[in-house]
Structures are given as C-alpha cells and as structure tokens.
C-alpha cells in the first residue's frame, strides 16, 4: 500500500482540521495516510514550512497544499503524475 504524508506541525489548527479530508481521500483510493511532523525533517521543513498543512506524495514528489476539500485530494491523487 502506497503512503501518503500529511505534512504538519504540533499545535496548527489547520493541520488538525484538513486530517480527516485526507484520510477520506487516501482511504478512498487504497493509500495509506501517515502524518508527519514537519520540524523533524530539515529538507521538508525548508520546503514546506510556509505551505503546511500539505498532503505530499512522496514516490511523485508532488504536493497539494492546504486548505482543499476532498473533491481536490481526490483530483490531486488522481492525477498523472
């Protein structure tokens, strides 16, 4: 099963709200949503910081940045990469 990132930080309301939104658009097309914590990794964090909450799919390298609902998750994800 292929993993998707929830990329957020501790204590961001925005993070905490859009998770839902992304764990329907994973579990809708068989992903797996992992919530990672933006402060633990430099690279992301130098990336991202300003954009969080942001769903990252790591194998594409292709990120949609919050707030979205879920009929854009769903368009995000199913794309061509």
Same mark, same amino acid.
Do not use: K, N
């Given at each position: 099963?292929?993993?998707?990132?929830? %990329?957020?930080?501790?204590?961001?309301?925005?993070?905490?709200?859009?998770? /839902?939104?992304?764990? &329907?658009? &994973?579990?809708?097309?068989?992903? *797996? %949503? $992992?919530?990672?914590?933006?402060?633990?990794?430099?690279?992301?964090? $130098? *990336?991202?910081?300003? +954009?969080?909450?942001?769903?990252?799919?790591? *194998?594409?390298? *292709?990120?949609?940045?919050?707030?979205?609902?879920? /009929?854009?998750?769903?368009?995000?994800? +199913? &794309? /061509?990469?």
């Amino acid at each position: 099963m292929e993993t998707l990132w929830l %990329l957020g930080t501790a204590g961001c309301h925005l993070c905490e709200a859009l998770h /839902p939104t992304a764990e &329907a658009a &994973a579990r809708a097309l068989g992903f *797996r %949503l $992992e919530g990672v914590e933006i402060m633990d990794h430099e690279a992301l964090l $130098e *990336r991202f910081e300003t +954009q969080i909450p942001v769903l990252y799919w790591p *194998r594409t390298d *292709r990120s949609l940045p919050g707030p979205f609902t879920l /009929p854009q998750a769903l368009a995000f994800l +199913q &794309a /061509p990469a």
